[in-house]
């Protein structure tokens, strides 16, 4: 019974730990509309764990090491002649089928891709969860050292130039921030569902805020009940964990955006 | 470092020496030599795709110089009213947070600048939900925030009618006179802006001509670029007709330029 406490006890924190650095880095995603760039960072590090594997380094290293190279490919293609999300769709999925393929020619090692691709929260170690909370909060830190210049670069480029911000460089520091998320996360909900990790809780976040900042810690909040009440739901029902907290976080989005559309329809 | 007088040197807030500016292979820009003293209102008028935007964000800094320089003077405080801003619906934005980025003010430094900016009872409303004119004034006052020397409009009327930004031309006129800054701006509507003008600089991808609204509405290079009817526009406006006319004046229609593309 202990060992049972003790493995879901770490499940649930690494579930948390994810959900308080993903959901305020989602908030920017959602609104510079880089839901797509979530997506091909994350689809990139499957090629990640496969070269990682092959080359006998930490799995970590190599998905950071991709979804890095992968954030900094699309930044620097972007509007060379391709529209954004055709871009996106090319690299996301070929990194992704290439992925897939560089681990079908490892020999002699025998890795469950599931694991990868729907995460295994609940085989989380101590050394994983030391990774995974080191990250995130490295991933809070940076949000919190540049959060205003984040915030004007979203509003808009030349607002920033003229405020002595250089664009750019706050972009950088959102796909390092990605990178990072990505190859923590890639352990409790993996590869496919990184990115709703990002997304649904800051969605499900906004009708309620009036600000950024209690946005993100809305989003917080929800990704964190996500994680903790969809790996019960996983334990009652015998379900997958990590598709289990996607789940319990699309049901939050459903239920914001039905009291949203109320609180709106009684307000106007 | 070429050496100049240092009255002068200490009075220009910006200085542009025979700027050119490349997007991809297009020249935009080509040999812009001119400088903004403090107080000015200038205004830069253009046909669509004439660099004025490009111009203006050279001056902030956000357009690298292919050639040329731009020199600003030091500590220079710039207030920057963009073109247009989309703030994302999925961005939950008060107007008071809105002011306090990237830095933080005081309630009563945002207030002060809402009231000179003529937005004073919008500060607990959201960015998203204020109609145009609302939001060029909530923009206005949050250039006003850093006091500046120099306040720089982008097409900052677009999408207002004509009382509409006529109103907010005279708003400016007052924010000078009581901020003593100079005013950077670029518009299309001639008519309104030229007339409230020091100083005119007709711009296509060159300094075509430039000089008080008068001269530049009658000289030949600018007559060429928005045929003649503007000028009467202007002298229409100059007896201080603010209220809607039905203008039929040429903004920018297609006149062929008689200049060749200066390289």
């Not at chain 1, 509309?33 to 970590?60: E, K, N, P, Q, W």
């Not at chain 1, 920033?160 to 520091?173: F, L, N, S, T, W």
């Not at chain 1, 009708?207 to 900042?213: G, I």
């Not at chain 2, 670029?225 to 202007?234: E, I, R, V």
Request: a neutral charge; proline letters at 4%; hydrophobic letters at 50%.
């Amino acid at each position: 019974m202990t060992f049972l406490d003790d493995f879901l006890i770490r499940a649930a924190l690494a579930g948390i730990g994810v959900a308080l650095a993903a959901a305020p880095l989602g908030c920017f995603v959602v609104w510079r509309r880089m839901a797509y760039f979530g997506d091909a960072t994350a689809h990139a590090s499957i090629l990640g764990v496969a070269l990682a594997l092959s080359f006998d380094v930490s799995v970590f290293a190599g998905v950071l090491a991709t979804a890095l190279a992968m954030a900094t490919t699309v930044s620097a293609l972007a509007g060379r002649g391709y529209a954004m999300d055709t871009l996106l769709g090319v690299l996301a999925h070929s990194s992704l089928a290439f992925g897939l393929v560089a681990v079908s020619f490892l020999q002699g090692v025998r890795i469950d891709l599931m694991a990868y691709l729907f995460g295994d929260i609940l085989a989380v170690g101590r050394a994983d969860l030391a990774v995974i909370w080191g990250g995130e909060a490295l991933v809070l830190a940076l949000l919190w050292w540049r959060w205003s210049a984040l915030l004007t670069a979203t509003l808009n480029p030349d607002l920033a130039h003229a405020a002595g911000i250089d664009p750019r460089r706050e972009q950088m520091v959102l796909t390092i921030a990605l990178a990072l998320v990505v190859a923590v996360a890639i352990k409790v909900v993996g590869v496919l569902l990184i990115a709703a990790m990002l997304l649904i809780p800051a969605a499900a976040a906004r009708p309620f805020a009036a600000t950024p900042e209690r946005m993100a810690a809305i989003a917080a909040l929800l990704g964190m009940l996500s994680a903790t009440g969809g790996l019960q739901l996983a334990f009652a029902l015998d379900t997958p964990a990590g598709p289990s907290i996607v789940c319990l976080a699309a049901a939050l989005f459903a239920a914001s955006s039905l009291t949203g559309l109320l609180l709106h329809r009684r307000r106007g | 470092m070429p050496q100049m007088p240092e009255s002068r040197r200490r009075m220009s807030l910006i200085a542009l020496n025979n700027l050119s500016v490349r997007h991809g292979g297009n020249t935009v820009l080509s040999g812009v030599s001119l400088t903004i003293e403090p107080g000015e209102i200038v205004t830069v008028v253009g046909p669509n795709g004439s660099g004025k935007s490009t111009l203006l964000r050279s001056v902030i800094g956000a357009q690298k110089p292919a050639r040329g320089t731009v020199t600003r003077a030091p500590g220079l405080r710039i207030g920057y009213v963009p073109q247009k801003l989309h703030i994302d619906p999925t961005l939950p934005l008060t107007v008071r947070r809105f002011l306090s980025l990237p830095q933080r003010v005081s309630d009563a430094r945002a207030a002060e600048a809402l009231e000179q900016a003529g937005a004073g009872d919008l500060a607990a409303r959201q960015m998203s939900g204020l109609s145009g004119g609302q939001f060029q004034r909530v923009l206005l006052a949050r250039a006003l925030l850093c006091n500046p020397q120099l306040l720089i409009l982008d097409e900052a009327t677009q999408g207002l009618d004509q009382p509409g930004s006529a109103a907010f031309y005279q708003r400016i006129e007052k924010v000078r006179q009581e901020l003593g800054c100079a005013v950077l701006m670029v518009s299309h509507e001639l008519h309104v802006v030229m007339a409230a003008s020091d100083r005119v600089i007709c711009l296509n991808g060159h300094v075509c001509c430039e000089g008080a609204p008068e001269h530049v509405a009658s000289a030949p290079e600018y007559r060429a670029l928005f045929g003649t009817g503007t000028q009467g526009a202007l002298a229409l406006y100059r007896h201080e007709h603010n209220h809607s006319h039905d203008h039929d004046c040429a903004h920018g229609n297609g006149h062929d330029h008689p200049h060749e593309a200066a390289e």
